[in-house]
C-alpha cells in the first residue's frame, strides 16, 4: 500500500500534487482518472467533492488502485437516493408527471453534492 505525506489539488491547472511517505512526488489528473469510469452526474460530483475536501484520501484511492471501489459506491449510493427521491416526489406531488418528477430528483441531486 502506498503511504502518503501530502497531497495538494490546484484547481487552476487540475493537477493534484502528492509527496509520498518516501519523498517522492506524484502528479495526478483528476479528470483523466475519473474519465476511466462510466458514471452518472451524482457520482461525478461525489468525485469532485472528495478530491475538494480529502485531496490525500482521493489520491490514496487512485495510487493504491481503489478509485474503482469508491466509484462504485457513489454509483450505488446514487441509485439508492433517486429511488428515495422518486418514491418521495410520487407521494407528495400526485399530479406530477414522471417527466417533472425527474426533473426534480435531477436538480436535487446536483444540489446535494
Known amino acids: 500500500m502506498i503511504k502518503i505525506h501530502e497531497a495538494i489539488y490546484n484547481?487552476?491547472?487540475g493537477i493534484l500534487q502528492v509527496v509520498?511517505?518516501?519523498?517522492?512526488?506524484?502528479?495526478?489528473?483528476?479528470?483523466?482518472?475519473?474519465?476511466?469510469f462510466q458514471m452518472g452526474e451524482y457520482a461525478r460530483s461525489q468525485l469532485q467533492k472528495?478530491?475538494?475536501?480529502?485531496?490525500?484520501?482521493y489520491a490514496e484511492l487512485v495510487l493504491n488502485g481503489k478509485l474503482g471501489n469508491y466509484v462504485?459506491?457513489?454509483i450505488s449510493g446514487g441509485a439508492s437516493l433517486r429511488?428515495?427521491?422518486?418514491s418521495?416526489?410520487?407521494?407528495h406531488r400526485p399530479n406530477?408527471?414522471?417527466t417533472e418528477i425527474d426533473g426534480m430528483i435531477s436538480e436535487f441531486m446536483m444540489y446535494d453534492s
Open 72 to 74: 462504485q459506491i457513489c
Open 50 to 57: 472528495l478530491l475538494e475536501e480529502s485531496p490525500t484520501e
Open 83 to 86: 429511488s428515495n427521491l422518486n
Open 20 to 36: 509520498l511517505a518516501n519523498g517522492t512526488m506524484e502528479h495526478i489528473t483528476p479528470e483523466e482518472e475519473n474519465n476511466k
Open 96 to 98: 406530477a408527471t414522471q
Open 11 to 13: 484547481e487552476d491547472i
Open 88 to 91: 418521495y416526489f410520487e407521494k
